[in-house]
């Protein structure tokens, strides 16, 4: 690719009260970042370049791009949809400590390898991403909205990170990286919103 966009959907109604995966709307300022990131891409994109769009599968990151200009393309993977927490689904951390804390430390001794209870590891995310690394690698300019464990993955591969290291990159909410892979390593630009 010459250029990678990544960026998390904007903040969801779950992200609110913490709880993580689910399927929620977008909170007040999550439709805000919707509404900002046109012109957060035009600025970073260019307005001659095309740019084509992938989403999950989700509501958060579809209406993330709902304001996006029409002629880019939009196309929805489901390999792109958040880890799958399984039967810790829309819980809060707080409550997956209190019913399950022995899975809680393990995860934190082992985070890319452990797998939720009838759900995913990041080991496994990575294995899905796998037709998109492609994809991506003999595609133009794509912008990818998707969510925090997913991303991380992404980033982790074109930045060469550890597989310890990979499921703890911080990845913020309303803020777009623009990721460009030269022959000496990847460059990143950051452009944060203002909300
Ligand atoms: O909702 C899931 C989070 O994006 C994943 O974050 O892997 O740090 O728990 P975590």
């Given at each position: 690719p010459r250029s990678v966009w990544l960026s998390r959907h904007g903040e969801s109604m779950l992200n609110l009260e913490g709880r993580i995966g689910g399927d929620a709307d977008l909170s007040y300022r999550g439709d805000e970042y919707a509404r900002k990131l046109p012109q957060l891409v035009l600025?970073?994109?260019?307005?001659?370049?095309?740019?084509?769009?992938?989403?999950?599968?989700?509501?958060?990151t579809i209406?993330?791009?709902?304001?996006?200009?029409?002629?880019?393309?939009q196309?929805?993977?489901k390999a792109l949809d958040e880890l799958d927490a399984g039967v810790c689904d829309g819980m809060t951390y707080q409550e997956i400590s209190d019913m399950y804390p022995?899975?809680?430390?393990?995860r934190d001794e082992d985070k890319y390898n452990y797998r939720y209870r009838g759900?995913?590891?990041?080991?496994?995310?990575?294995?899905?991403?796998?037709?998109?690394?492609?994809?991506?690698?003999?595609?133009?300019?794509?912008?990818?909205?998707?969510?925090?464990?997913?991303i991380r993955c992404i980033y982790a591969y074109f930045m060469q990170k550890t597989q310890?290291?990979?499921?703890?990159?911080?990845?913020?909410?309303?803020?777009?990286?623009?990721l460009t892979p030269r022959a000496y390593g990847t460059e990143v630009q950051t452009y944060k919103a203002n909300i």
């Open positions: 600025d970073s994109v260019g307005s001659d370049r095309p740019l084509t769009v992938w989403t999950s599968t989700l509501k958060r209406n993330t791009a709902r304001h996006l200009p029409p002629h880019y393309n196309l929805q993977w022995e899975d809680f430390q393990a759900g995913e590891s990041y080991r496994d995310v990575v294995i899905r991403l796998e037709p998109i690394i492609m994809e991506l690698e003999r595609s133009e300019d794509i912008l990818i909205i998707s969510h925090q464990a997913v310890e290291e990979s499921p703890w990159v911080p990845v913020p909410l309303h803020t777009l990286m623009k």
